[in-house]
């Protein structure tokens, strides 16, 4: 029988704006904070976390490569995000696929789908640029061809080709700009070639809520029931986002292209004297990556400043960095981090102490209580996510 291939939806870029939209003054003086307080209004608890991150991965799709040396390396920020079912993961992914840049958002595909799908946009642009959406990883990587274009995808290239699906060494690559919002529930990184696909080739962000936030949530949907929300409008935020993708288009009519960074040899010792340290303990123990972290790093201080265009210096084509930029860089990289360190740490202690259902695990938490360590709220809910996955695949 012929399979049938899901529908891809239709992008938002393409639909022809009639009306006049309004961008709000405090959008353009403090865009990240307007949009961060935008969705956590909409999804509390929720949406000021995620769009900590979002925000900046929309316009790295657009902003310049970064110089290093005689190299550039790639300015495109992706992000993997890790909670379980129910806590608004597919949500956010419709949220973001509203003002993103040429969304192509799907649940499950296959790798010669994917692959017309984005040589379709090919024939409109040399290098299409895309932001690709997937609300369950799981599904689409249970096909090893499909991690491999993925990675290619991702990696510093950036690349698709279907060689990778029928081994034809003479089959071109074609490059492509995309950025990704993955998502997924943790257990999926006890995978290792998920694992080892996704976790260095995105910002890793694990979503879980405690008892109060819980609460809070229910107090929103209660006192909201029935009622319109007035503050949903999204169309403001497209319209700022497109309005960066005319700068750097060369379709705006005041300002021109960014094309390179302004970044002072102050900020650049802060992030090194920041980053070293961060990393050392991680690499040891993990093989977490110096060099990647601190690429990492620097494309979210030029995402910000991008983010910020209308109220940074630009000179001969350079925005400045300014050091909020740094600043806000060296936070979220902090707890990407930690949140890598937690997945990595939670499989470890998994695998060494056999840990295989829920009373092992319970036996292993008064174990380490009693040695007077402290488990970490997001080691504990990324073993008890593995664990209960462990158990329903042997059910």
Not at 113 to 135: G, N
């Given at each position: 029988m012929e399979e049938i291939e899901p529908e891809i939806e239709k992008e938002e870029n393409e639909e022809e704006e009639t009306e006049e939209v309004i961008i709000p003054p405090e959008l353009y003086s403090s865009p990240y904070s307007y949009i961060r307080n935008h969705y956590e209004e909409m999804y509390p608890c929720l949406g000021n976390k995620l769009w900590s991150l979002l925000s900046l991965v929309i316009v790295s799709l657009v902003m310049p490569k970064i110089p290093r040396g005689e190299k550039l390396i790639k300015n495109k920020i992706n992000v993997c995000i890790l909670g379980q079912p129910g806590i608004g993961k597919t949500s956010m992914g419709e949220e973001f696929e509203k003002?993103?840049?040429?969304?192509?958002?799907?649940?499950r595909i296959t790798p010669a789908r994917l692959y017309f799908e984005i040589m379709k946009r090919a024939k409109e642009e040399d290098i299409p640029k895309l932001s690709l959406i997937v609300s369950d990883v799981a599904v689409i990587f249970q096909d090893e061809i499909m991690i491999k274009m993925i990675e290619?995808?991702?990696?510093?290239?950036?690349?698709?080709?279907?060689?990778?699906?029928?081994?034809?060494?003479?089959?071109?690559?074609?490059?492509?700009?995309?950025?990704?919002?993955?998502?997924?529930?943790?257990?999926l990184m006890y995978n290792q070639r998920i694992r080892h696909g996704l976790i260095f080739r995105t910002l890793t962000l694990i979503l879980m809520h405690t008892k109060k936030q819980h609460e809070k949530i229910l107090d929103y949907i209660s006192d909201n029931m029935g009622q319109n929300y007035k503050n949903g409008d999204s169309k403001p935020i497209k319209a700022f986002f497109n309005e960066i993708w005319d700068i750097q288009s060369g379709n705006h009519p005041k300002i021109k292209p960014v094309v390179s960074y302004d970044i002072s040899e102050e900020i650049k010792q802060d992030i090194k004297k920041f980053i070293k340290p961060l990393v050392a303990n991680a690499f040891d123990k993990y093989s977490i990556p110096f060099a990647r972290t601190l690429e990492e790093t620097f494309r979210l201080m030029c995402a910000s400043a991008m983010l910020n265009i209308f109220n940074r210096k630009v000179t001969d084509g350079k925005i400045k960095i300014e050091k909020e930029d740094a600043d806000l860089a060296k936070k979220i990289i902090q707890r990407d981090i930690v949140h890598k360190v937690r997945i990595l740490?939670?499989?470890?202690?998994?695998?060494?102490?056999?840990?295989?259902?829920?009373?092992?695990?319970?036996?292993?938490?008064?174990?380490?209580?009693?040695?007077?360590?402290?488990i970490s709220e997001e080691t504990g809910f990324v073993m008890k996510s593995i664990i209960e996955n462990k158990n329903k695949l042997k059910a």
């Amino acid at each position: 029988m012929e399979e049938i291939e899901p529908e891809i939806e239709k992008e938002e870029n393409e639909e022809e704006e009639t009306e006049e939209v309004i961008i709000p003054p405090e959008l353009y003086s403090s865009p990240y904070s307007y949009i961060r307080n935008h969705y956590e209004e909409m999804y509390p608890c929720l949406g000021n976390k995620l769009w900590s991150l979002l925000s900046l991965v929309i316009v790295s799709l657009v902003m310049p490569k970064i110089p290093r040396g005689e190299k550039l390396i790639k300015n495109k920020i992706n992000v993997c995000i890790l909670g379980q079912p129910g806590i608004g993961k597919t949500s956010m992914g419709e949220e973001f696929e509203k003002v993103a840049y040429n969304p192509l958002s799907t649940e499950r595909i296959t790798p010669a789908r994917l692959y017309f799908e984005i040589m379709k946009r090919a024939k409109e642009e040399d290098i299409p640029k895309l932001s690709l959406i997937v609300s369950d990883v799981a599904v689409i990587f249970q096909d090893e061809i499909m991690i491999k274009m993925i990675e290619n995808l991702l990696g510093e290239e950036g690349v698709i080709s279907k060689a990778n699906m029928h081994n034809k060494k003479d089959d071109p690559r074609k490059k492509v700009d995309l950025v990704a919002y993955l998502s997924g529930t943790p257990d999926l990184m006890y995978n290792q070639r998920i694992r080892h696909g996704l976790i260095f080739r995105t910002l890793t962000l694990i979503l879980m809520h405690t008892k109060k936030q819980h609460e809070k949530i229910l107090d929103y949907i209660s006192d909201n029931m029935g009622q319109n929300y007035k503050n949903g409008d999204s169309k403001p935020i497209k319209a700022f986002f497109n309005e960066i993708w005319d700068i750097q288009s060369g379709n705006h009519p005041k300002i021109k292209p960014v094309v390179s960074y302004d970044i002072s040899e102050e900020i650049k010792q802060d992030i090194k004297k920041f980053i070293k340290p961060l990393v050392a303990n991680a690499f040891d123990k993990y093989s977490i990556p110096f060099a990647r972290t601190l690429e990492e790093t620097f494309r979210l201080m030029c995402a910000s400043a991008m983010l910020n265009i209308f109220n940074r210096k630009v000179t001969d084509g350079k925005i400045k960095i300014e050091k909020e930029d740094a600043d806000l860089a060296k936070k979220i990289i902090q707890r990407d981090i930690v949140h890598k360190v937690r997945i990595l740490q939670s499989i470890s202690q998994i695998d060494y102490w056999g840990i295989n259902n829920m009373a092992d695990l319970k036996e292993w938490n008064e174990a380490m209580n009693r040695k007077g360590k402290n488990i970490s709220e997001e080691t504990g809910f990324v073993m008890k996510s593995i664990i209960e996955n462990k158990n329903k695949l042997k059910a």
